[in-house]
């Protein structure tokens, strides 16, 4: 049982480039979360998850899209790279709504330049 | 508009003695407040939660109080131990639509524990 497993672990990217950040889940948890931390601050909730085929905004959401075609996987996209997207990238998940425990992932050291 | 906020960014404890973590809120429609630990170059983890409903929760050394007319909770760690030298992040949990939780997060207060 691996738990919530991020690849990769850093990458560099320019500017207007594109990449997909990868994350898995052996728990079969239904919610999945992706946050952004910036130097200094707390973690931002990017997009979430409830289920298979449905995702919605969280609060920093531009810039960014999701899927999620499988309980296991929910992968970030990042379309057209920018500075202000250089952060570390959480993913997290928990089983219900009941449980308010989210587990995360190492998380995915991100700069763009 | 900082929802959560823990205005000390460290604090520093002697190994054996109490620490005292603070967080306040703004926000009176969470419904839920959690601590989690962060070592560097890992996921935060899950440390121990309250209600909205409760004012103590109790967790072995750790022990949340949350105070609602203040919007203020806090985390004490007794006794400090040199492994609880970490990053701590407060959160509070708001419930949305289809059961999914949204976390705000506080910027995050480093403890350092001193043998």
């Known amino acids: 049982n691996a738990g919530v497993t991020q690849t990769p672990k850093f990458r560099i990217l320019k500017i207007g480039q594109s990449m997909t950040l990868q994350c898995t889940q052996d728990?079969?948890?239904?919610?999945m979360y992706w946050y952004r931390q910036d130097p200094g601050m707390g973690l931002k909730l990017i997009y979430y998850?409830?289920?298979?085929?449905?995702?919605d905004k969280g609060e920093v959401p531009n810039g960014y899209n999701v899927s999620r075609s499988t309980t296991e996987d929910f992968p970030l996209r990042l379309e057209l790279a920018a500075p202000s997207q250089t952060s570390v990238y959480f993913c997290a998940s928990t089983p219900s709504p009941h449980n308010y425990e989210q587990y995360f992932g190492p998380g995915t050291r991100l700069t763009v330049t | 508009d900082q929802q959560v906020k823990q205005n000390s960014p460290s604090l520093s404890v002697q190994e054996g003695r109490i620490s005292i973590l603070n967080c306040d809120y703004t926000?009176?429609?969470?419904?839920?407040f959690l601590w989690y630990k962060k070592y560097p170059a890992e996921g935060p983890t899950f440390l121990i939660s309250i209600s909205s409903i409760k004012d103590k929760n109790e967790d072995g050394r750790f022990t949340v109080f949350l105070n609602k007319s203040a919007k203020h909770l806090s985390l004490h760690i007794v006794p400090s131990q040199p492994g609880d030298s970490a990053v701590y992040f407060c959160?509070?949990?708001?419930?949305?639509?289809?059961?999914?939780?949204?976390?705000?997060f506080g910027q995050g207060t480093r403890l350092t524990i001193n043998p």
């Open positions: 959160a509070a949990i708001r419930l949305v639509e289809q059961g999914a939780q949204k976390l705000v």
């Open positions: 728990m079969n948890h239904n919610y």
């Open positions: 926000n009176s429609m969470f419904d839920y």
């Open positions: 998850s409830v289920g298979a085929g449905i995702t």
